[in-house]
């Protein structure tokens, strides 16, 4: 009874590393979604995956890229880390089937760029 | 393109009284979902409550309801009865209909309970 399961939790890089950030669910939901969190701006959409195979961008998709290698599972990438990357990660999921189902999110990654 | 407003970065409010936070929105489509959630300081978020746009009347879940005008665009939410535990931050949602696949926060309100 996972849910959306998030890996690491927490995180530091330096500058010019990089990093994946792992999702995978048990929710058999189509739609996956990755959102950065900082202070004083809510959540903001990185890129999402409306199903298996496809990927668009959001609002903020720049220095990332995902990857949905099935339908469980749907990753972020940092290819280079920049300070600016310094945010609270979350993986979410939905179920489009109903226009009322709220997103699912599993329990966030804590990811510092130094 | 939706834009979601939470005009409240911080609200006080004593144990056992009611409190509002609100959250206005911009949409050109008629048909959207709003929605709320509450992140303690554990981090997680957890899902409170839902509105349709079409829907008639304001929703309820237990101790939260949703002061829905949709006139004004507006979709505060009410805490009747608060509890130490509310402390956290409340974030308002939309996704419009149009555009199923996205769903945009607003910065949210960070609640504290006093005892």
Redesign the interface.
């Known amino acids: 009874n996972a849910g959306v399961t998030q890996t690491p939790k927490f995180q530091v890089l330096k500058t010019g590393q990089s990093m994946t950030l792992q999702c995978a669910q048990d929710m058999n939901h189509n739609s996956m979604y990755w959102y950065r969190q900082d202070p004083g701006m809510g959540l903001r959409l990185i890129y999402y995956s409306a199903s298996e195979g496809t990927t668009d961008k959001g609002e903020v998709p720049n220095g990332y890229n995902v990857s949905r290698l099935n339908k469980r599972e749907f990753s972020l990438r940092l290819e280079s880390a920049a300070p600016s990357q310094t945010s609270v990660y979350f993986c979410a999921t939905l179920d489009r089937s109903s226009y009322n189902s709220p997103l699912h999110f599993g329990n966030g990654t804590r990811l510092t760029v130094t | 393109a939706q834009k979601?407003t939470?005009t409240q970065?911080g609200m006080f409010v004593q144990e056992k009284e009611a409190v509002t936070l609100d959250c206005t929105y911009d949409t050109s489509d008629p048909?959207y979902?709003l929605?709320w959630?509450k992140q303690p300081s554990s981090?997680?978020?957890i899902?409170l409550i839902?509105q349709?746009s079409y829907d008639q009347q304001n929703a309820t879940e237990g101790r939260y309801s949703l002061n829905f005008q949709k006139a004004r665009k507006s979709a505060n939410l009410v805490i009747s009865a608060s509890q130490l535990g509310d402390s956290a931050m409340y974030?308002c949602?939309m996704?419009e209909?149009s555009n199923?696949?996205?769903?945009?926060?607003?910065?949210?309100t960070r609640l504290t309970v006093k005892p």
Not at chain 2, 100 to 108: E, H, L
């Open positions: 979601i939470q970065p048909s979902g929605f959630y981090g997680e978020m899902f839902y349709g974030f949602a996704r209909v199923n696949n996205d769903m945009r926060f607003g910065a949210g």
